[in-house]
């Protein structure tokens, strides 16, 4: 049985963790993308959380639903899965850290890692809660459980599919070059459904919940 988590997400870091996060486009790629041959806005462009790499980059993920340079998330979840596979929203899910619960006391623990599997193969990537899972007691109310995990192509630009680099590119420029978010800047109708449909082509997962 699997299932698409409703849980809450939390992105925790990006990488390189602890320092300025690295883009699926560089700085050079977005320049030469855009035509400029000075360093006048290179602030503008790419400057550690912000500009318009950074801006364009978490548009693309939110819409396609998925992790472009990798990336710690966490899900939190109201009770703990029971034979059960969760398919891990924001991926590809690479690797599972920790799965941890609130006890009926409140304290927090470890769940032990032979209750659960991760799948980091095919589509339904994920983790496999085994049915033994349910001789666990957790407390009541929501974010009692939480997965922290890793997601993302690779730490590298070149790690991550062209489709999905082409679109924060495509993006980014848009931005760049319509900054004022006036009437008739910004995104406009007919950008936003060519962003969503390459969105859709380069594999973005829909959630309708």
């Given at each position: 049985m699997?299932?698409?988590v409703t ?9 390189p ?13 977005i320049?030469?993308h855009c035509q ?19 801006a364009?980059t ?9 992790s472009?340079i990798q ?13 059960q ?5 924001r ?6 850290t ?7 006391a409140g304290?927090?623990q ?14 339904a990537?994920g983790?496999?809660?085994k049915s ?7 407390a009541d ?7 922290d995990?890793?997601a ?5 630009p070149?790690?991550v ?12 420029m ?14 406009d109708?007919?950008?936003?459904r060519?962003?969503?449909?390459k969105c ?8 309708y919940?």
């Open positions: 699997s299932a698409m849980g809450e997400y939390e992105l925790l870091d990006r990488y963790y602890g320092d300025d996060p690295d883009w699926p486009v560089t700085l050079e790629d320049k030469l400029i041959d000075h360093n006048v806005e290179d602030a503008l462009l790419q400057f550690g959380n912000g500009g318009w790499l950074a364009a978490q548009e693309v993920e939110s819409r396609g639903q998925v472009l990336q710690k998330r966490r899900v939190l979840l109201d009770s703990l899965p029971n034979d596979t969760i398919q891990l929203g991926g590809p899910a690479t690797a599972i920790i799965v941890k619960y609130l006890d009926l304290a927090e470890t769940l032990s890692a032979s209750l659960y599997r991760g799948i980091f193969r095919g589509r990537r983790v496999y809660f033994n899972a349910s001789s666990i007691v957790v109310g929501p974010g009692v459980v939480w997965i995990y890793v993302g192509f690779g730490i590298t070149n790690s599919p062209a489709q999905w680099r082409a679109i924060v590119a495509a993006l980014a848009h931005l760049y070059e319509r900054r004022e978010m006036v009437s008739g800047g910004g995104i109708e007919a950008f936003e060519v962003i969503d449909r859709i082509l380069a594999g973005a997962t829909r959630r919940v």
